[in-house]
């Protein structure tokens, strides 16, 4: 009898699963074949802040551009690991010409599924294993970074900047480094303490090291984790932070300078419309590097908000800094460049190339600490 | 500097000190629920929801408190009515409210409000040393009160005494009269409102934002508390408070340069969790020990 009761128990859910499952594949409607069908996984529920909304306000602009000759539909909440692996499968068996897989850990599942359906058309963001069928996109970040690193140098009093890290992998060193490099480049004195989360996304946990970097003394905060917390709790407690992946001024109107936002739309729509024109390709060789992009300021991948909260001298310097980014006139790692231990990575002249920007596993020189293994 | 360090360890705990406390007596009445995140996510979202919409704190508060005691009666119908397995079915509210939460945050994701206010005027709170304790709001103060209440309530009242026994031994309590399934559905309502009321703190206090997953396994932390706590009410105020201390001091560290990797102060609580473990049944003594009838149904024979 509890058995059975167990057993109908287990199914009810199931159903509700299944019914939950089945409603967050929202926009499939079915199959015409004059349109192109792109699918985009997604990692969070867009929301309307954050790394994810980036991505879905991309499929909108996408949706715009194209009109009806592109059919577009999302997954949401897709963790990373098998669960991708499954999702990414259907969406190819569902019939999607091209599928855009938007986080960092999908990127071993969209290998799997590109080697089995070798006619569809598979776009990785942030990653970097590519195959035929595989591209890969991703946003020179570091690159909003300095610029944030120039304002938080000439708003700070006590030169000291806390930064709440997700994890220790390149990309996040590179935004570390990167916001040293503009840090320095208007204040020597300043230290730049980093407190690692061990996560994108725990917005109190997030909250929690914005507290104690602020009781250290910190007063202008940076952050490479996804939730609005830590701006929050800078605008509480009177101080400065920078908005992440998408504009967060509504979170903290005092407290904002600035936010780097992560503008996906004209990639996919390029690489749309050369799917569209036959011309998309991932190049030759193993390694297939071709068919990786990697752009920032320059073309727009990344683009500032309104400098705010900060006198008009400092809101110059930024817009300086950001358009020497852009045209090239700054380079951000060029030599002498030194790490936190005193060891020389750049001699003067030298630049480091994009191989060298991946391989990063130490901090600049003003940083503080040693990056935990 | 320290005074905000101990204040932001002591707001840490709060949700904690309140969830833990609750799910104490619904364990001391003999039922395990480990359906805490997921009642803590639907108090979480109803509390601020419900404030976004009605723009005060207190219509938030009792939001949040009611639909963590809702949850809860879902899971009360199940163990308590059917005599479903308590570990499966918490499990199963666990991921109900994680996602029913998500569905109905939905909409509120990306809005602000205004968190809850301190207590005291700024005076006394800028005081040095002791200001910190002055400095916390109404819930951080209420979460101490009621675990206090609740110390008095199980062990210096005739109604906690029968609420214990029906976690000792239901067969007894019932035999000599008591109505089990009475004294456990009060525990389990109670027990969510408490989950409830400490999801609402999160999004009213600590981040005054919805985010959909916000409590990020904070209520698998308070269940650790629990056996910690080894089942006493005191002893839950302790422990959150070391294992708020333990989350603020990782971070304190890396902020100061300390070389203790970051993973393994994160796993502490844990590690703690385990070494009372092995303690209390190395002691043995009766008094710390999980309630025996802990987890076992009760189908009263007619």
Same mark, same amino acid.
Request: hydrophobic residues 45%; glycine residues 10%; proline residues 4%.
């Given at each position: ?373 | ?30 039922? %395990?629920?480990?359906? %805490? ?29 009611? $639909? ?25 509210l666990t991921i109900f409210g994680t996602g029913l939460s998500g569905l109905i945050g939905s909409d509120f994701v990306g809005k602000a409000i205004e968190g809850l206010p301190t ?19 109404? *819930?951080?103060?209420?979460? *101490? ?43 389990? %309502? ?43 009410? $005191? ?41 009372? %473990? ?25």
């Amino acid at each position: 009898m509890k058995n059975n009761r167990f057993i109908i128990f287990a199914g009810l859910l199931a159903i509700i699963a299944a019914v939950f499952y089945f409603t967050t594949n929202v926009d499939q409607v079915e199959d015409k074949e004059t349109k192109m069908k792109v699918a985009f996984v997604y990692l969070t529920n867009p929301g309307d802040h954050g790394w994810t909304y980036a991505h879905e306000v991309g499929r909108q602009q996408v949706q715009e551009h194209f009109g009806d000759k592109v059919e577009t539909s999302y997954v949401e909440n897709v963790p990373e690991g098998p669960d991708a692996t499954r999702v990414i499968r259907e969406l190819a068996q569902n019939g999607n010409d091209m599928i855009f897989t938007t986080s960092f850990g999908y990127m071993e599942p969209t290998l799997k599924v590109a080697k089995e359906f070798p006619n569809i058309k598979f776009d990785h963001i942030t990653g970097y294993m590519r195959a035929e069928n595989m591209a890969t996109g991703n946003i020179r970040f570091y690159e909003g970074r300095y610029v944030q690193g120039v304002v938080a140098g000439l708003t700070t009093k006590s030169n000291k900047i806390g930064y709440v890290a997700a994890f220790p992998i390149p990309e996040v060193i590179q935004g570390i480094n990167s916001f040293a490099q503009g840090l320095k480049s208007v204040n020597k004195n300043a230290t730049i303490s980093v407190v690692w989360a061990n996560t994108w996304y725990d917005p109190v946990k997030e909250g929690d090291a914005a507290k104690v970097l602020i009781a250290e003394g910190a007063d202008v905060l940076a952050q490479h984790t996804d939730s609005p917390a830590m701006l929050q709790t800078a605008e509480k407690a009177g101080v400065y932070g920078f908005g992440q992946s998408s504009d967060m001024h509504e979170f903290a109107p005092s407290a904002q300078l600035f936010a780097s936002v992560n503008n996906w739309g004209p990639y996919y729509i390029a690489q749309i419309q050369k799917a569209m024109d036959g011309s998309w390709t991932t190049g030759e060789g193993p390694d297939h590097r071709a068919g990786n992009t990697w752009k920032g300021l320059s073309e727009d991948f990344l683009v500032l908000t309104d400098f705010k909260n900060m006198p008009s001298n400092v809101a110059k310097a930024a817009q300086e800094a950001r358009d020497g980014i852009a045209n090239g006139s700054i380079n951000i790692f060029s030599g002498p460049m030194m790490d936190n231990e005193g060891n020389q990575i750049l001699a003067s002249g030298e630049v480091l190339d994009d191989g060298g920007l991946w391989a990063m596993n130490y901090y600049v020189d003003g940083v503080i600490g040693k990056i935990p293994n | 500097m320290i005074d905000a360090l101990v204040l932001t360890i002591l707001m840490t705990s709060v949700p904690l000190i309140l969830a833990a406390t609750g799910e104490l007596v619904v364990e001391r009445s003999g039922v %395990l629920n480990l359906g %805490l995140e997921g009642m803590m996510l639907m108090g979480a979202v109803s509390a601020f929801a419900l404030t976004y919409v009605s723009g005060s704190l207190l219509v938030g508060l009792l939001a949040g408190i009611m $639909s963590g005691c809702l949850t809860a009666a879902i899971f009360g119908f199940f163990v308590l009515g059917l005599a479903t397995n308590q570990v499966a079915t918490g499990l199963a509210l666990t991921i109900f409210g994680t996602g029913l939460s998500g569905l109905i945050g939905s909409d509120f994701v990306g809005k602000a409000i205004e968190g809850l206010p301190t207590v005291f005027p700024e005076t006394l709170s800028n005081m040095p040393f002791i200001g910190v304790f002055f400095a916390l709001d109404a *819930i951080a103060y209420l979460s *101490i009160f009621i675990s206090f209440l609740v110390w008095i309530f199980l062990f210096k009242s005739k109604y906690g005494l029968i609420l214990r026994a029906c976690g000792i031994s239901h067969n007894s309590a019932h035999s000599l009269g008591y109505k089990v399934l009475t004294v456990r559905w009060c525990s389990i %309502l109670f027990g969510g409102m408490m989950a409830g009321l400490a999801g609402a703190y999160l999004p009213l206090m600590l981040t005054p934002h919805w985010s959909e997953g916000m409590t990020s396994g904070r209520g698998w932390i308070a269940l650790a508390l629990v056996v910690f706590a080894s089942w006493m009410p $005191s002893r839950i105020v302790y422990g959150a408070i070391l294992f708020g201390a333990i989350t603020i001091m990782q971070l304190a560290g890396q902020a100061r340069g300390w070389t203790i990797p970051p993973q393994f102060l994160s796993s502490l609580p844990y590690i703690a969790t385990i070494f009372v %473990l092995v303690l209390i049944s190395s002691k043995g003594t009766a008094k710390y020990l999980a309630p025996s009838d802990l987890t076992r149904p009760f189908i009263s024979s007619k």
